[in-house]
């Protein structure tokens, strides 16, 4: 079972920018599909960006199009998140996910993955 850890959260102001990073352990990492959910308090855990396998096909929630990017270095099996642009309302517990099948998505829906990183907190002050 594949050891997600991510990192790259912190407080930062409206307006400035926070790469995230989610490396994967399992040697199949290239192979799937990943993607990146958020969550803040007492809301629902809402999918932020996913990215495919090859890294060629994106796919982004409505509220951050045009802000975040996702990308992905499968020699180093990392993925990442390059959020732009921070809004108050960005801010939560962003966490990496991995599906147990390989190939397919990218998608956004939280069903689809089985495999969940501890999470990095982001904090945008207005």
């Known amino acids: 079972q594949v050891q997600l850890v991510e990192s790259g959260g912190g407080s930062v102001q409206a307006g400035g920018s926070l790469r995230l990073s989610c490396v994967g352990s399992?040697?199949?990492?290239?192979?799937?599909?990943m993607g990146w959910f958020r969550q803040a308090p007492g809301k629902e855990r809402e999918g932020v960006a996913s990215?495919?396998?090859?890294?060629?096909?994106?796919l982004y929630a409505d509220s951050v199009k045009g802000r975040f990017t996702i990308s992905r270095e499968n020699a180093e099996n990392t993925v990442y998140l390059q959020m732009n642009n921070l809004k108050p309302e960005d801010t939560a517990m962003y966490f990496c996910?991995?599906?147990?099948?390989?190939?397919?998505?990218?998608?956004?829906?939280?069903?689809?993955?089985?495999?969940w990183g501890q999470g990095t907190q982001v904090t945008v002050s207005a």
């Open positions: 990215i495919s396998a090859g890294g060629s096909n994106a």
């Open positions: 996910a991995a599906p147990a099948s390989l190939y397919g998505g990218p998608w956004l829906e939280a069903g689809r993955y089985s495999q």
């Open positions: 399992e040697n199949t990492f290239s192979r799937k599909y």
